[in-house]
């Protein structure tokens, strides 16, 4: 049995302000200083049933004081040994996090023209996850794990007007979400499979090949099913390497290279005329997330030097991404000079050389 307690303290200190050039207004979205206390412990105990069978149960608990919430989270796996090579195991836990601080001091102006902050009491966003797993260590250097998940979310901030806001897409565009008067009715559902391919370092040579397929959906407080911002519906990642001695003396030559693609992200289309009118981007609500893009590919190659001291080594190496200069989509914005809507894309090609002295 294992136990432990955990204290997260922060001090906060934040200020963000829209300004909207040429059109004569600003607005305070976020301005405070302020502290915040989460408090964690957890107790495990892991038993084995038999030669097959093993079960782990746990409990995990939580209080924030910003809200002055405490939680209690139940959670539990079984372990079913096949042969000595194969296993099946089960797992079910309840998950609960705390609101982004951003999200949480987020102010709203009074009429009177005071500011409020209405956010600061949010709960904790809860999350039940059922997992299996098939694992399969086919060799000494090989293996293949199979993972089916779901994950229902509950208690996801959302506004109090019918809108399609919801919290669960907050930091999909790398920009702060500026909701106010949030509360906890928002659903969502995730759901998928992932498989693991993986030979490790052997003979100088090894490789990592994943693949998920899945579906992540969510409901604002209009109550309208929709595709969350992560849901590309599928991630594949290939990685390769192969390491070779140079020389007599401990020298090394590697090369390695790393295949990604995804599918197309989801945006919300922008409303052209009502940007035109209004300065900035307006985007169409109703539509949120129901414009799927191309898909995203992506290729890095690593070329590597190593040479071994006696007690450090030194490495140069030169990294190559994104070779192919693939335009990925990354956003769609509103451009008020051209009067245009403008995409951003991803990073293009892009060498990065360096040297790594290790002692």
Do not use: C
């Not at 038999?50 to 209080?63: L, P």
């Not at 003979?203 to 929709?226: A, K, N, Q, W």
């Not at 990925?328 to 990073?347: R, S």
């Amino acid at each position: 049995m294992s136990y432990g307690f955990y204290a997260d303290a922060s001090d906060i200190a934040l200020f963000n302000r829209d300004i909207y050039a040429g059109l004569g207004r600003d607005s305070v979205r976020v301005n405070v200083t302020d502290q915040t206390l989460l408090l964690q412990g957890y107790a495990m105990w892991k038993h084995r049933l038999n030669e097959r069978f093993t079960v782990q149960a746990g409990m995990h608990a939580q209080y924030y004081d910003l809200n002055e919430q405490t939680v209690i989270e139940p959670r539990a796996s079984v372990r079913y040994l096949i042969n000595g090579n194969q296993s099946l195991s089960v797992g079910y836990g309840l998950h609960n996090q705390i609101q982004s601080i951003y999200t949480s001091f987020v102010q709203t102006k009074q009429p009177d023209g005071t500011y409020a902050l209405t956010n600061t009491d949010l709960d904790f966003t809860t999350s039940q996850h059922t997992v299996l797993t098939y694992d399969w260590n086919i060799s000494d250097h090989l293996r293949l794990k199979a993972e089916a998940y779901y994950q229902a979310l509950r208690n996801v901030p959302v506004e109090q007007r019918a809108s399609p806001y919801s919290a669960i897409n907050t930091g999909a565009s790398f920009a702060p979400a500026d909701a106010d008067s949030l509360v906890n009715n928002g659903t969502g559902t995730n759901y998928g499979l992932e498989l693991t391919l993986e030979r490790f370092f052997h003979r100088g040579f090894y490789f990592l090949v994943t693949t998920s397929l899945f579906d992540s959906r969510y409901e604002g407080s209009d109550g309208i099913e929709r595709n969350t911002a992560y849901n590309t519906r599928y991630v594949a990642n290939a990685l390769f390497g192969k390491e070779w001695r140079v020389g007599k003396n401990k020298n090394f030559f590697s090369a390695n290279i790393r295949l990604t693609t995804i599918g197309g992200k989801y945006l919300t289309p922008i409303d052209l005329i009502a940007s035109q009118q209004a300065g900035r981007a307006i985007f169409r609500e109703s539509e949120a997330f129901s414009e799927q893009q191309t898909p995203y590919f992506r290729t890095d190659i690593k070329l590597a030097y190593r040479k071994e001291y006696r007690r450090s080594s030194l490495e140069i190496a030169l990294d190559l991404q994104n070779v192919t200069a693939n335009e990925n989509i990354f956003a769609q914005n509103y451009n008020p000079l051209t009067n245009q809507v403008v995409t951003q894309y991803q990073q293009g090609f892009f060498p990065v050389p360096f040297v790594r002295y290790t002692f």
